[in-house]
């Protein structure tokens, strides 16, 4: 191995390891906790380090919300491949969805909450989040019903899990009644 692939591996490596910190401080604290002083304490760098790896907190949270729309996506594939048919395929991906949600608050705030300076359904949006949207549309588009375009029917859905996330998590719904809300979600939305 080469110098230069070493110092690579090692850059990486440190980038990861800066991620993954600022992760597990806005889990355990929420993401005011996550400075880059506190991160820098933290993974035992300078703040020097830190920034020649991400210009600051924004970056970060950037970071952490790629690493979490492709572990969201890699849940909604795993819950609807087991799943027989377009209901049980839907319910799948809405409970893989509520629970990634309410197991990775910070993640899912990092997502889709905070400004992690990252691009949305546009042309240069990376490809975590462009795949995560695939993974819901993979299930919603086959239930989409004729003449609905399943792009559309698929941002509708999920900005109805979205609101059944943040408003149950907030406070604002009772949790006890999830499941319901879900069963209305694809009976009802989903028509399957």
Do not use: C
């Not at 597990?24 to 703040?47: F, H, K, M, N, P």
């Not at 210009?55 to 795993?78: H, N, S, Y």
């Not at 049980?88 to 300076?117: H, M, S, T």
């Not at 588009?141 to 900005?159: I, Q, R």
């Amino acid at each position: 191995m080469s110098v230069q692939e070493r110092k690579e591996r090692e850059r990486a490596g440190r980038e990861r390891l800066i991620v993954a910190t600022a992760r597990e401080l806005a889990e355990q604290q929420g993401w005011d906790a996550v400075t880059t002083r506190r991160l820098a304490e933290r993974i035992e760098y300078s703040q020097p380090v830190l920034y020649s790896h991400f210009r600051g907190k924004r970056e970060i949270i950037g970071a952490v919300a790629l690493e979490g729309a492709a572990e969201l996506a890699a849940a909604v594939r795993a819950a609807t491949a087991a799943a027989d048919g377009p209901r049980e395929r839907v319910y799948a991906l809405a409970r893989a969805y509520l629970d990634f949600a309410a197991r990775n608050p910070a993640v899912y705030d990092a997502i889709f909450q905070l400004d992690g300076g990252l691009p949305y359904a546009q042309e240069d949006t990376p490809e975590p989040l462009k795949d995560a949207f695939a993974a819901l549309l993979e299930s919603l588009g086959e239930v989409a019903g004729d003449g609905v375009h399943s792009g559309l029917f698929t941002e509708v859905f999920w900005a109805s899990l979205h609101g059944v996330a943040t408003l149950t998590r907030s406070g604002r719904l009772p949790p006890e009644d999830t499941e319901p809300r879900v069963e209305l979600l694809v009976d009802r939305l989903a028509m399957v």
